[in-house]
T-cell receptor
Framework: DVKVTQSSRYLVKRTGEKVFLECVQD?????MFWYRQDPGLGLRLIYF???????EKGDIPEGYSVSREKKERFSLILESASTNQTSMYLC????????????FGQGTRLTVV | AQTVTQSQPEMSVQEAETVTLSCTYD???????LFWYKQPPSRQMILVIR??????QNATENRFSVNFQKAAKSFSLKISDSQLGDAAMYFC???????????FGQGTRLTINP
């Protein structure tokens, strides 16, 4: 059974804290993604990675950074959390092939207070 | 920039009835892929159905089918014989050929009335 696992389902952090969201996939996928999901806005791409140590900015990268030191793991970092980063964060992975299906983690609900 | 629009924030349907969810997209590309994803209350997003733009035949997966109108840039999802387990958020997504990332619509929350 294919799996994308996010380290936490719920997180509460204080303004200004450094926050790490971890994602691990067991499908040997080349691509990994971090999306943010907000009501009425759908999913918006923050960053994606197509290979180890490679990353590209998505549509809303400001305030975030990422790390991909190993193929199976993709971390999202909030350097200094702010209340407007309160949201649902979804990790996904996919193969580097045409018409490829993306597999999603269960999501992390982050609240910044 | 490519955009995907789902104009129905919420829809409801009676169990066993048929419902159609709308999706339009904007692109200058001629070759691309379209997807419908389902996000149940448990939050794990799963693929429902996919369509390749160069195929004229509409994709079908059991009770789920699409109406793909390339000239109109429209990609609607039809769910036949609706079941309680179909209740979820549904997202339309676009993927240009050769690109690795998906562009999502705003989502439609589907409620199934028993």
């Amino acid at each position: 059974d294919v799996k994308v696992t996010q380290s936490s389902r719920y997180l509460v952090k204080r303004t200004g804290e450094k926050v790490f969201l971890e994602c691990v996939q067991d499908m040997d996928h080349e691509n990994m993604f971090w999306y943010r999901q907000d009501p009425g806005l759908g999913l918006r791409l923050i960053y994606f990675s197509y290979d180890v140590k490679m990353k590209e900015k998505g549509d809303i990268p400001e305030g975030y950074s990422v790390s991909r030191e190993k193929k199976e793991r993709f971390s999202l970092i909030l350097e200094s959390a702010s209340t407007n980063q309160t949201s649902m964060y979804l990790c996904a992975s996919s193969r580097q092939s045409l018409n490829t299906e993306a597999f999603f983690g269960q999501g992390t609900r982050l609240t910044v207070v | 920039a490519q955009t995907v629009t789902q104009s129905q924030p919420e829809m409801s349907v009676q169990e066993a009835e048929t419902v159609t969810l709308s999706c339009t997209y904007d692109t200058s590309e001629s070759d691309y892929y379209l997807f419908w994803y389902k996000q149940p209350p448990s939050r794990q997003m799963i693929l429902v159905i996919r369509q390749e733009a160069y195929k004229q035949q509409n994709a079908t997966e059991n009770r789920f089918s699409v109406n793909f109108q390339k000239a109109a840039k429209s990609f609607s999802l039809k769910i036949s014989d609706s079941q309680l387990g179909d209740a979820a958020m549904y997202f339309c997504a676009y993927n240009p050929r050769g690109a690795q990332k998906l562009v999502f619509g705003q989502g439609t929350r589907l409620t199934i009335n028993p």
